[in-house]
């Protein structure tokens, strides 16, 4: 079936240093794409989004980069800090399946001070 | 802006009980929302479409009769995990869609943790 995966289950980062999270995802036809931030017992927190017309998108702090050739979208957080410290969804929309989410597996950013 | 509670956070039950959750968006209306199940360590699985008005839309493998949900208004979702097992024990986590504003964007509650003993 469709699914959106991650490559790298835990990333451990040095405060200050630059993140960079991965995520394959197999639907051509999805539209819409979002990351998502997860700390232990929350509910997921919206960071980014990018539409597939678009193949970046900056935030603060946060950029996002889809590459739908290879069907494969990253997050990048700069400078990243302790509060950064979670994990991190990648998800997909396709907006005439409904607007449903498919996420992905999920990676764990460990901020070392 | 877009906020949406779930209550209760946390519900500890015994085995052959009924659970029920509620979804709220607190400062917008929500034509949609989506009810998730995730276990620890895991990504977060859709479970249903919750549409206000009609009957929610369920994935694949998901029991309708087990996990009732009722869309009674435009702020309400609630899901109802009927004669609760130990195997039902999750993190459930709801969102909501804003009707008003053009947007693919979903709001997600806090989650409810639900052991079932």
Partial sequence: GESVGLHLPTLSVQEGDNSIINCAYSNSASDYFIWYKQESGKGPQFIIDIRSNMDKRQGQRVTVLLNKTVKHLSLQIAATQPGDSAVYFCAENNQAAGNKLTFGGGTRVLVKP | ?117
């Fill in chain 2, 1 to 117: 802006g877009a906020v949406v509670s779930q209550h209760p956070s946390r519900v500890i039950c015994k085995s052959g009980t009924s659970v029920k959750i509620e979804c709220r968006s607190l400062d917008f209306q929500a034509t949609t929302m989506f009810w998730y199940r995730q276990f620890p360590k895991q990504s977060l699985m859709l479970m249903a479409t919750s549409n206000e008005g009609s009957k929610a839309t369920y994935e694949q493998g998901v029991e309708k009769d087990k996990f009732l949900i009722n869309h009674a208004s435009l702020t309400l979702s609630t899901l109802t995990v009927t004669s609760a097992h130990p195997e039902d024990s999750s993190f459930y986590i709801c969102s909501a869609e804003p009707r008003a504003i053009a947007t693919d964007t979903q709001y997600f509650g806090p989650g409810t943790r639900l052991t079932v003993l």
